[in-house]
């Protein structure tokens, strides 16, 4: 790695700790994804392929937090070899929900480590496979269902859904948002809550598109922030967004311009703000995990508490 940042422009500079170094924290994975930093003091993150959630510490110890994640059961006859969980998050009573791909649904892994469905389908069909969510400081979860957990990455229209949507799931209720792509992916909100991103990683949608939502989470208008494919993608304190793409980090600015690009050897699948202090931004690749520390970053614990974040004072050992 040549670089550890590619600044376009100077004001990105402040967004890094000067002289920030990408420290590998684990690898060996077969399809990281979908990390989220826990306020009790670990990350946890999804291996798509492997089926599990892990959970790893900062002294470089890894637990398997689930096995099985994305479903006990799996009928590889209509399934991709992508059937474990993907996007994680937590709810606003603390309890972690999760994208799963072989179960086609929203699931939750509560404190007594009990996992259950919480939506399953839309309009009497199955979920193609829930890729990634993010959730409403009101308890509402948005999330994204393209068909990458599907035989092929294809829809399977006589069995699952008709298209790839984003939704909405509140009050025991799914809502269908946007049929705007084909495979939507990455999945966040502006910090205030009243713009909803997604992005797509396929090569024929290279576009990142912003929903302006009523106070209820409907959709009232939409626009196209930027013209690249992302996988994951965050908001920081100022409203910039972090995308994972095949080249690294991209860093956009509210207006939609390109200010860094942090370069990785592999392409980067997500990313979550987080660590004891809040300062470091970790990234999933297909193989590994890393992190690098901020300045500015993004409280990812609880929903209810959307509070800018204090300057870094921890180091990554």
Same mark, same amino acid.
């Given at each position: 790695?040549?670089?550890? #940042?590619?600044?376009?422009?100077?004001?990105?500079?402040?967004?890094? =700790?000067?002289?920030?170094?990408?420290?590998?924290?684990?690898?060996?994975?077969?399809?990281?994804?979908?990390? @989220?930093?826990?306020?009790?003091? /670990?990350?946890? &993150?999804?291996?798509?392929?492997?089926?599990?959630? &892990?959970?790893?510490?900062?002294?470089?110890?890894?637990?398997?937090?689930?096995?099985?994640? $994305?479903?006990?059961?799996?009928?590889?006859?209509?399934?991709?070899?992508?059937?474990?969980?993907? $996007?994680? %998050?937590?709810? #606003?009573?603390?309890?972690?929900?999760?994208?799963? +791909?072989?179960?086609?649904?929203?699931?939750?892994?509560?404190?007594? =480590?009990?996992?259950?469905?919480?939506?399953?389908? /839309?309009? $009497?069909?199955?979920?193609?496979?829930?890729?990634? @969510?993010? *959730? =409403?400081?009101?308890?509402?979860?948005? &999330?994204?269902?393209?068909?990458?957990?599907?035989?092929?990455?294809?829809l399977n229209p006589g069995i699952f859904q008709p298209h790839s949507g984003v939704y909405k799931f509140h009050n025991n209720e799914v809502c269908l948002l946007s049929v705007d792509f084909n495979y939507p992916n990455g999945i966040c909100f502006s910090r205030d809550e009243r713009y909803l991103f997604v992005g797509s990683n396929h090569p024929d949608e290279k576009r990142i598109v912003k929903f302006a939502l009523s106070s209820k989470g409907s959709v009232m208008s939409k626009q196209i922030f930027a013209h690249v494919n992302a996988d994951g993608i965050k908001t920081d304190i100022f409203d910039n967004l972090y995308a994972a793409t095949d080249k690294?980090?991209?860093?956009?600015?509210?207006?939609? =311009?390109?200010?860094?690009?942090?370069?990785?050897?592999?392409? %980067?699948?997500?990313?979550?703000?987080?660590?004891?202090? +809040?300062?470091?931004?970790? #990234?999933?690749?297909? +193989?590994?995990?890393?992190?690098?520390?901020?300045?500015?970053?993004?409280?990812?614990?609880?929903? *209810?508490?959307?509070?800018?974040?204090? @300057?870094?004072?921890?180091?990554? *050992?």
């Amino acid at each position: 790695m040549k670089e550890t #940042i590619i600044f376009y422009e100077q004001r990105a500079a402040n967004f890094f =700790k000067q002289k920030a170094t990408l420290k590998r924290l684990a690898t060996g994975f077969q399809f990281a994804e979908g990390p @989220l930093w826990h306020p009790k003091g /670990y990350l946890l &993150f999804s291996d798509v392929k492997a089926n599990r959630i &892990f959970q790893l510490f900062l002294n470089g110890v890894i637990h398997v937090l689930c096995e099985r994640s $994305g479903s006990q059961y799996v009928n590889s006859k209509y399934l991709s070899e992508m059937i474990g969980s993907n $996007g994680l %998050a937590l709810d #606003i009573n603390g309890d972690l929900v999760f994208c799963q +791909h072989a179960n086609h649904s929203i699931a939750k892994l509560n404190h007594g =480590k009990d996992v259950f469905k919480l939506c399953t389908s /839309y309009n $009497g069909r199955p979920f193609n496979s829930p890729n990634d @969510l993010v *959730v =409403k400081s009101d308890g509402a979860i948005f &999330f994204t269902d393209p068909p990458y957990g599907l035989k092929k990455e294809v829809l399977n229209p006589g069995i699952f859904q008709p298209h790839s949507g984003v939704y909405k799931f509140h009050n025991n209720e799914v809502c269908l948002l946007s049929v705007d792509f084909n495979y939507p992916n990455g999945i966040c909100f502006s910090r205030d809550e009243r713009y909803l991103f997604v992005g797509s990683n396929h090569p024929d949608e290279k576009r990142i598109v912003k929903f302006a939502l009523s106070s209820k989470g409907s959709v009232m208008s939409k626009q196209i922030f930027a013209h690249v494919n992302a996988d994951g993608i965050k908001t920081d304190i100022f409203d910039n967004l972090y995308a994972a793409t095949d080249k690294g980090i991209l860093v956009i600015a509210p207006e939609g =311009k390109q200010l860094a690009l942090i370069p990785l050897t592999e392409p %980067a699948t997500n990313i979550t703000f987080g660590g004891p202090d +809040h300062n470091l931004l970790f #990234i999933t690749t297909y +193989h590994s995990i890393y992190a690098i520390e901020i300045n500015i970053a993004r409280q990812e614990l609880l929903p *209810v508490k959307r509070n800018p974040l204090p @300057l870094p004072t921890t180091s990554i *050992v």
